[in-house]
């Protein structure tokens, strides 16, 4: 974390992964003995839910808020083996696998398995009220459920960190790197060891801090110190366990981000809507994308 173009920008403050998260009560009350590990089995639990647990919403996949959005499509885009922009900033996302990612989330709309005008808060808040299974969240989710819960830490035992659901068995899984840095800026690019704020840099990854603040967060520390610390905590455990393949988010990165995030929310909506053809959506995304990166670029 905090790389760029392989030199160091930053120090991880708290660190961690977008990753899926289940309730195990409502995975309970639907009869689902087991958390999937497939995108079929994932499926299969969804119906399960559906139909055994009434006025739910299996999955809360993000169908409002294009930052939102941009994550789970982000998520099901590279389970399905695609790329929505490289680290070279080549526009990947016009492709079959793209195509197919889309293609599933549409058809978890359209199965009533996921719905309409749900953002993360709205994921947070349906799963800890045992209204929905599943949801793509960061760690520090168990803080929110045990707030929606209403149960505080008694409802931690129903917060189950999972890895996302593959495409086939064997496949690696994969989640969305997520934290905080810290990054202090200098004339002439060195700061002094004993300027303020290299001084409060080393206090906040110091042991002391790592070893507290993140727990109280429910994040993972980022020091090997701190995450010794926490290894008699469950539920981080589970979560670093549960993390995968950790990769950068390929939106953020750029300085056109914001631009990125709202073409990529628009397009999704507008198919999970079925207002356009998944084949448009992508289309359209695609042409816009490179249009943005395009404009982005320092005149040559």
Do not use: C
């Not at 129903?158 to 593959?166: D, E, I």
């Not at 934290?179 to 290299?198: I, N, Q, S």
């Not at 429910?218 to 979560?239: C, E, F, M």
């Not at 995968?244 to 628009?266: F, H, K, M, Q, Y």
Request: aromatic fraction near 8%; glycine fraction near 10%.
């Amino acid at each position: 974390m905090g790389q760029i173009g392989g030199k160091q920008m930053g120090l991880p403050w708290i660190s961690g992964s977008i990753g899926m998260v289940a309730n195990k009560a409502v995975l309970d009350a639907a009869g689902v003995t087991a958390v999937p590990t497939t995108i079929a089995e994932f499926k299969d639990a969804l119906i399960k839910v559906r139909d055994g647990v009434p006025n739910s919403v299996p999955y809360t996949m993000a169908t409002k808020g294009n930052g939102s959005i941009l994550l789970d499509f982000m998520i099901w885009t590279w389970v399905h083996g695609g790329s929505i922009i490289d680290a070279s900033g080549d526009v990947k996302v016009d492709s079959p696998e793209s195509r197919a990612a889309l293609t599933f989330m549409v058809e978890l709309m359209n199965e009533r398995l996921a719905a309409p005008e749900i953002d993360r808060p709205d994921s947070r808040r349906l799963v800890g009220q045992g209204a929905s299974a599943f949801y793509f969240d960061a760690p520090q989710t168990r803080t929110f459920l045990r707030d929606f819960s209403g149960q505080g830490a008694a409802f931690d035992v129903n917060v189950l960190p999972m890895q996302t659901p593959v495409l086939a068995a064997g496949d690696t899984p994969v989640s969305i790197q997520w934290g905080h840095l810290l990054m202090a800026f200098a004339d002439g690019g060195t700061e002094a060891a004993d300027a303020p704020g290299a001084k409060f840099i080393s206090y906040a990854t110091s042991d002391a801090v790592q070893t507290d603040f993140p727990l109280a967060l429910s994040a993972l520390p980022s020091t090997q110190a701190g995450r010794a610390a926490v290894k008699d905590d469950a539920y981080l455990t589970a979560w670093a366990a549960a993390t995968g393949t950790s990769r950068p988010n390929e939106v953020g990165v750029w300085p056109n981000g914001a631009d990125l995030t709202n073409i990529i929310g628009e397009e999704v909506q507008g198919a999970l809507l079925g207002q356009k053809s998944v084949d448009d959506a992508i289309s359209a995304m695609a042409a816009r994308l490179t249009e943005s990166m395009a404009n982005a670029q320092p005149a040559g």
